[in-house]
């Protein structure tokens, strides 16, 4: 069972636009919401992160967006540029000595 | 990359052969993992760390086994390479379980 599942796959969309990446989840337990960012040929390194304490969380052109009573999360890039192209993962982990469980992954590709 | 370095970063081996893939780091982080990254599955963990010699299974961890002998080297071998376990494979770290760090990755390929 897949914990965390992410959508869409794939997405195109056009310089200055607003893409958005969405995750839900089931485990009520999960406490703790992270955003990767993946380059080809790179490890993902971690972009943002939110609890479900608060509903939004921005940083720079990222937001998280958080909907506890919906157990969804998404991810929003302002103003999107070439160079956001990049496959993005969110994840999601309950307290305690558990990992994270990432999502399938969505690549992005912001065209000029 | 956080100071995790990934050895070798590509191989190509064989059906049936022993590899061990090598995570280093240098940060001395507590927790230590490996993923293996495949289209359409995203990162799916395989084993992880929590200190020297303490080790649990993540989601795919047949085949796999891992080591842990002093805190900055975390090892994965695959026994008997099988061909459904080509793949990239990222290890990282964390202080903490809530942040991880990656590695640069190892391309495997088993034919």
């Known amino acids: 069972q897949q914990q965390v599942k992410q959508s869409p796959q794939s997405l195109i969309v056009q310089k200055g636009g607003i893409p958005i990446i969405n995750c839900a989840y089931e485990?009520?337990?999960?406490?703790?919401f992270p955003w990767y960012q993946q380059f080809p040929g790179k490890g993902p390194a971690l972009l943002i992160a939110?609890?479900?304490?608060?509903s939004e969380k921005k940083e720079g052109r990222f937001t998280i967006s958080f909907n506890k009573s919906a157990k969804q999360f998404s991810l929003h890039i302002m103003d999107s540029q070439p160079g956001d192209s990049a496959t993005y993962f969110c994840?999601?982990?309950?307290?305690?000595?558990?990992?994270?469980?990432f999502g399938k992954g969505t690549r992005l590709s912001v065209i000029a | 990359d956080a100071g995790i370095t990934q050895s070798p970063r590509h191989k190509v081996t064989e059906t049936g052969t022993p590899v061990t893939l090598r995570c280093h780091q240098t940060?001395?982080?507590?927790?230590m993992y490996w993923y293996r990254q495949d289209p359409g599955h995203g990162l799916r963990l395989i084993h992880y760390?929590?200190?020297?010699?303490?080790?649990d299974k993540g989601e795919v961890s047949d085949g796999y086994s891992v080591s842990r002998s002093k805190t900055e080297d975390f090892l994965l071998t695959l026994e008997s390479a099988t061909s459904s376990q080509t793949s990239v494979y990222f290890c990282?770290?964390?202080?903490?379980?809530?942040?991880?760090?990656f590695g640069p990755g190892t391309r495997l390929t088993v034919l």
């Open positions: 994840a999601a982990k309950e307290s305690g000595n558990t990992p994270l469980v």
């Open positions: 485990n009520t337990a999960f406490d703790y």
């Open positions: 939110i609890r479900p304490d608060v």
């Open positions: 940060e001395n982080h507590r927790y």
């Open positions: 760390s929590y200190g020297v010699k303490d080790t």
């Open positions: 990282a770290t964390g202080a903490i379980h809530n942040e991880q760090f």
